[in-house]
């Protein structure tokens, strides 16, 4: 059969709105709060905070934003409070997961810390708990600890929690992409990602709920909140003027996208989440007799919110792939693909996919700082994956073998089975 063009695009993952959104997107100007404060904030902070079962719930701009104010929050309880024209992380390490959006580790460096990054694991692409181990053997001093949650899969948070509690560092839980997504605690209870007491979730417009943009804080901790308030609000002081005893930021949610938020949680979330576990099965199934495999989770312990579908292929059906810089090469082989060879057919038929996270510490920005695996020190290495000591970089091996296949919720499925004819074609 001849495979054509789809004629409307199929996205990786674009917003969907229901029609709630704009109702509350009205209110806000029925009642004139066009600003950072009213209704809809209010709102949005009590629904989530209590669907992640906290106590306190700050919107901001941003997940950025969010994990930026984490830090800061982690680093005064740690380190105090930094005087004017001073960084609270200033010469101190953070441990960050490595294979991940680079908001994750970007706000170490806005507090002037240093990050150690922290090479992910074959079950969940998450942290690896034993390269965690490895960098608190190697960089006793780290103290702080931001994790993501790749793709909407949970991490192996009861080994690294565990972890960070023996060495008594703070753990920051970056749920950016896993909003929905559960997994079993050490107590063998169920309960979401971003409940832990440092937490950070965002809204930008192509995560599993959107306001175009905005991200929330979540914590247990009432001092907690009320500084990260603050400092997100310009860090005024209850005083009948602009009273400042510390730096702030201009980091707070706007009311208006705090309504496309409000409208999005009427229905949407447990209903974005099973449309994309339908894909995910869907494209496990299709794949059947490919050398691929899909992003793994632990089916036991966990239930991810299956944000993006990923696949992996097997070492022995890589065609070669040469990635510089800026560009890509590969040379077809009969039976054999690569990620840019998938990603350019499906551009060709007017599919959006995108490869895997490149890894930090193989950022040209960061590559003077650690990179510590299971092995130990990452750096240590050559250009082979499998370095002359041994480390292995599992990071390295998932961005290059690996891709984000379209996980649009509203793909149809006659459109998804196209998708995997297609792919199924660059094997040939
Ligand atoms: C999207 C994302 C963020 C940041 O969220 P923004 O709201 O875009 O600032 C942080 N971490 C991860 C892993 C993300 O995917």
């Not at 510490?361 to 020190?377: D, E, K, L, V, W």
């Not at 250009?383 to 091996?397: F, K, L, M």
Request: net charge negative.
């Amino acid at each position: 059969m001849e495979i054509k063009p789809f004629e409307k695009k199929i996205w990786l993952s674009s917003p969907t709105m229901h029609g709630n959104e704009l109702k509350w997107v009205q209110d806000a100007f029925e009642k004139n709060w066009i600003t950072t404060a009213g209704d809809n904030v209010n709102a949005i902070e009590s629904e989530i905070s209590a669907m992640l079962s906290q106590k306190y719930a700050v919107g901001l701009s941003c997940g950025t934003a969010a994990l930026h104010l984490a830090l800061k929050a982690a680093g005064e309880k740690i380190y105090g409070m930094p005087k004017p024209g001073t960084h609270v992380l200033s010469g101190h390490r953070v441990a960050t997961s490595d294979m991940t959006f680079a908001a994750t580790c970007e706000p170490i460096f806005y507090e002037g810390g240093e990050a150690v990054f922290i090479d992910s694991e074959r079950d969940t692409w998450n942290m690896s708990p034993e390269s965690l181990e490895n960098a608190f053997a190697l960089y006793p001093d780290i103290r702080i600890v931001v994790l993501a949650h790749l793709y909407g899969t949970p991490a192996k948070i009861n080994e690294i929690k565990a972890i960070c509690d023996k060495h008594g560092a703070i753990l920051i839980e970056d749920a950016a992409e896993s909003l929905g997504a559960t997994y079993r605690n050490a107590d063998g209870e169920w309960v979401q990602t971003g409940s832990s007491s440092y937490s950070c979730i965002s809204f930008n417009g192509n995560k599993i709920i959107t306001g175009s943009s905005g991200g929330m804080f979540l914590t247990d901790s009432k001092e907690i909140a009320d500084k990260v308030r603050k400092w997100s609000t310009q860090s005024r002081e209850a005083a009948p003027w602009y009273e400042h005893e510390e730096l702030g930021f201009n980091y707070r949610i706007s009311n208006i996208i705090a309504g496309i938020v409000r409208g999005q949680l009427e229905n949407g979330l447990s209903e974005h989440i099973e449309a994309k576990r339908r894909i995910y099965e869907r494209y496990k199934a299709g794949f059947k007799g490919l050398p691929v495999t899909m992003n793994p989770y632990d089916e036991e312990n966990s239930v991810p919110n299956f944000w993006l579908s990923c696949m992996l292929i097997d070492e022995n059906a890589m065609c070669r792939q040469l990635r510089s810089g800026r560009e890509a090469l590969y040379i077809h082989e009969k039976g054999k693909t690569c990620p840019t060879e998938i990603l350019e057919t499906l551009a060709k038929y007017n599919a959006e996919g995108r490869p895997i996270w490149k890894p930090m510490h193989m950022q040209p920005f960061y590559s003077s700082f650690p990179f510590i695996t299971a092995q130990g020190n990452g750096r240590a290495r050559s250009n082979a994956y499998i370095a002359d000591n041994g480390c292995v970089d599992v990071g390295a091996d998932i961005f290059n073998r690996g891709l984000c296949l379209p996980s649009d919720n509203k793909m149809t499925e006659e459109e998804q089975d196209i998708i995997i004819q297609i792919i199924r074609s660059c094997f040939e």
